[in-house]
């Protein structure tokens, strides 16, 4: 039983193009993040959610956007693709706002933008 | 802003071999949490330690302690008896204590075991 799975782990797709990540947690967690991990590795924040609400907004292009049906999920769209784009990106989860206990991650979306 | 700093790209050793990663950050805040994370080949993220800021005691994990020096603002790891599944690059993860937080994360460390 996965704790936190993304879908698809791999996404290649041209320019232009709209695309979707999807993750779910089945750990009873409050609160779900998206990170990018960059072609040198460095891991940057860029949204978290806390029960389907929206508490961490990091500077990120507005092509990118965030969705929490429930507290389970968290998806991410990202419209009109650049190279730029092109990362691994990771969900994670924890079990309060506060994340004291640390993260549990997903194992990762490859995103190729070609 | 809080920053964390890993100061070794790339670190190799032979295996059974203790290896310590080194970790600084900035922070003016006297209460937070300090993490190191794992990353195989696999990709997946782990969480291997952490560490709480008000608490004097290193963390230790099985083969993994921390050495903790809150006044340096210092945080590095300390493999020993290493062995070849400990390949994997190494990340230094900072979080303040209050309120909505974000991991703030190091460059990383890419730890190589070898035979």
């Known amino acids: 039983d996965t704790a936190v799975s993304q879908t698809p782990k791999y996404l290649v797709t041209q320019m232009g193009n709209d695309k979707s990540i999807k993750c779910e947690q089945n750990l009873g967690h409050d609160t779900m993040y998206w990170y990018k991990q960059d072609s040198k590795k460095f891991l940057k924040i860029m949204f978290s959610?806390?029960?389907?609400?929206?508490?961490i907004n990091e500077t990120v292009p507005n092509r990118f956007s965030p969705k929490s049906p429930d507290k389970a999920h968290l998806n991410l769209h990202i419209n009109s693709l650049e190279l730029g784009d092109s990362a691994v990106y990771f969900c994670?989860?924890?079990?309060?706002?506060?994340?004291?206990?640390?993260?549990?991650f997903g194992s990762g979306t490859r995103l190729t933008v070609v | 802003a809080q920053t964390v700093t890993q100061s070794q790209p790339e670190m190799s050793v032979q295996e059974a071999e203790t290896v310590t990663l080194s970790c600084t950050y900035d922070t003016s805040e006297n209460n937070y949490y300090l993490f190191w994370y794992k990353q195989p080949p696999s990709r997946q993220m782990i969480l291997v330690i952490r560490?709480?800021?008000?608490?004097?005691q290193n963390a230790t994990e099985n083969r993994f302690s921390v050495n903790f020096q809150k006044a340096a603002k210092s945080f590095s790891l300390k493999i020993s008896d290493s062995q070849l599944g400990d390949t994997a690059m190494y990340f230094c993860?900072?979080?303040?204590?209050?309120?909505?937080?974000?991991?703030?994360f190091g460059q990383g460390t890419r730890l190589t075991i070898n035979p």
């Open positions: 959610y806390n029960n389907k609400e929206l508490i």
């Open positions: 560490q709480e800021a008000y608490k004097q």
């Open positions: 994670a989860s924890s079990q309060d706002r506060r994340g004291g206990y640390g993260y549990t």
């Open positions: 993860a900072f979080m303040k204590h209050q309120g909505a937080q974000k991991l703030v």
